[in-house]
């Protein structure tokens, strides 16, 4: 099992930038899919961005695309999630996650086994 924990977050206000990382330990994440979520009060998780253990291919919901970039970095074991041009509807605790099995599309939340604590992201208008 890998342990993740993230960091980054904090108040922004719209139309700002935040940097969210994601450390991982005790297994190497270069085998795995990373994936970013995030939860509002009241809401499902839903996925925000993924990346394949390759690092060849990316993924991101409708909501964030160009706005949002992940990337990884197998070396430091790490994945970020860069994001701009934030708008309040982006505020939500934003979770790592890591996953071995490629079953199912890298969007499903149910497939990601290795979560992180979280990280609370506060978007003001």
């Known amino acids: 099992q890998v342990q993740l924990v993230e960091s980054g977050g904090g108040l922004v206000q719209a139309g700002g930038s935040l940097r969210l990382s994601c450390a991982a330990s005790g297994r190497t994440v270069s085998s795995r899919d990373m994936g970013w979520f995030r939860q509002a009060p009241g809401k499902e998780r839903e996925f925000v961005a993924a990346v394949s253990r390759s690092g060849l291919a990316t993924y991101y919901s409708d909501s964030v695309k160009g706005r949002f970039t992940i990337s990884r970095d197998d070396a430091k074991n790490t994945v970020n999630l860069q994001m701009n041009s934030l708008k309040p509807e982006d505020t939500a605790i934003y979770y790592c996650?890591?996953?071995?099995?490629?079953?199912?599309?890298?969007?499903?939340?149910?497939?990601?086994?290795?979560w992180g604590q979280g990280t609370q992201v506060t978007v003001s208008s």
């Open positions: 996650a890591a996953r071995l099995s490629q079953s199912s599309p890298i969007t499903n939340v149910r497939t990601f086994t290795s």
